[in-house]
């Protein structure tokens, strides 16, 4: 048992050190070589959790072999703008000017059904008021209206909103964050102080508690259990 600990662990983070190579990613965000890349380190790993007559170094040579192999490609492809189109591929433009381009959507195997699915989820009806539709290497769809359908800006109407920054939260699920909190240049003493406002006794009974640049509050207490 302790073995099958050990090397589950062991090939555990191999794989997550592995995973953290290819950036910040969902996996519907992956290039194919990166996706490809993933699954044959899954089924390395898979094989030397299983069956222990199998050496560890078996499983882990093959997924360092690759992880070095795509490290190489990562720099290939950066310094290189051929290499980057052979193995991630060109953007195809879906659309252009309310226009399909129907053998680009073949070429990609895009339906028709995929295409108005990608446009609704972007708030988008009628294709005549698309410029430009390009499906990415990554699978996803960018969409770029006419300059006429784009929403107004404040700086367009002359309007200067306040910038309130980014908040940070600070009760999470009951639990004080208090690095977030000095971050706001804040104290115990003022969270009592919006606890009291809220007639609520502990942090434990707050769901979710946040702070922006303006020292807004966003408050939201747990919701009893029934």
């Known amino acids: 048992m302790v073995i099958a600990f050990l090397r589950t662990v062991i090939l555990y983070l191999l794989i997550i050190a592995g995973i953290r190579l290819m950036g910040k990613r969902q996996v519907g965000e992956l290039e194919p070589s990166e996706l ?23 499983g882990i040579i093959p997924i360092l072999t690759l992880l070095c192999i795509t490290m190489a490609l990562s720099v290939l492809t950066m310094k290189n703008v051929k290499f980057r189109a052979i193995v991630c591929g060109r953007p195809s433009i879906i659309v252009e000017n309310g226009t399909l381009h129907q053998r680009e959507m073949q070429k990609n195997r895009f339906t028709v059904d995929e295409l108005m699915e990608e446009l609704r989820m972007k708030g988008i009806t009628d294709l005549s008021t698309v410029k430009y539709a390009i499906l990415e290497t990554n699978g996803r769809l960018s969409v770029l209206p006419y300059a006429n359908q784009l929403p107004v800006t404040a700086e367009q109407m002359n309007v200067t909103p306040e910038d309130v920054g980014l908040p940070v939260v600070v009760i999470n699920d009951g639990r004080v964050i208090e690095r977030n909190l000095h971050t706001r240049g804040l104290d115990r003493n003022w969270l009592d102080k919006q ?32």
Do not use: C, W
């Not at 959790?49 to 199998?54: H, K």
């Open 195 to 226: 606890l009291a406002q809220h007639k609520l006794k502990q942090p434990s009974d707050v769901f979710l508690l946040t702070v922006d640049e303006q020292n807004r509050v966003y408050f939201v207490a747990k919701e009893a259990v029934g």
């Open 36 to 58: 490809v890349l993933a699954l044959i380190i899954a089924d390395l790993a898979a094989v030397p959790m299983q069956d222990f007559g199998i050496p560890l170094l078996t």
